[in-house]
């Protein structure tokens, strides 16, 4: 069983970048999907961005693309967000969460979750 840990939230403002990471526990990381979710107060948790196991095949949300590139490196058993040109609108909780397929951009598709960091972007 796979666990993750978030990292790299904080406060940035809006222009700026933050590089969220996601350490992941467990031997199998190598073979699972990776997906960044968020979720701001009151709203539903929503997709981000997810890449495979071989970090070829990535997806994008449709308001991010152009700003964030999610990537993994294997051997560190960690996946990444990088994040630029934030906006007010990215303020939100971000989840990393690992799966056994690929595909999925609605969280029911992801067995296993992180607690989550705290992104909050100033105008």
């Known amino acids: 069983q796979v666990q993750l840990v978030e990292s790299g939230g904080g406060t940035v403002q809006a222009g700026g970048s933050l590089r969220l990471s996601c350490a992941a526990s467990?031997?199998?990381?190598?073979?699972?999907?990776v997906a960044w979710f968020r979720q701001a107060p009151g709203k539903e948790r929503g997709f981000v961005a997810a890449?495979?196991?071989?970090?070829?095949?990535?997806s994008y949300a449709d308001f991010v693309k152009g700003r964030f590139t999610i990537s993994r490196d294997n051997a560190k058993n960690t996946g990444y967000l990088q994040m630029n040109s934030l906006k007010p609108e990215d303020t939100a909780v971000y989840y990393c969460?690992?799966?056994?397929?690929?595909?999925?951009?609605?969280?029911?598709?992801?067995?296993?979750w992180g607690q989550g960091t705290q992104v909050t972007v100033s105008s």
């Open positions: 890449i495979d196991w071989s970090g070829v095949s990535k």
């Open positions: 969460a690992a799966g056994s397929r690929t595909g999925w951009t609605t969280p029911i598709g992801y067995a296993t």
């Open positions: 467990g031997r199998t990381f190598s073979t699972y999907t």
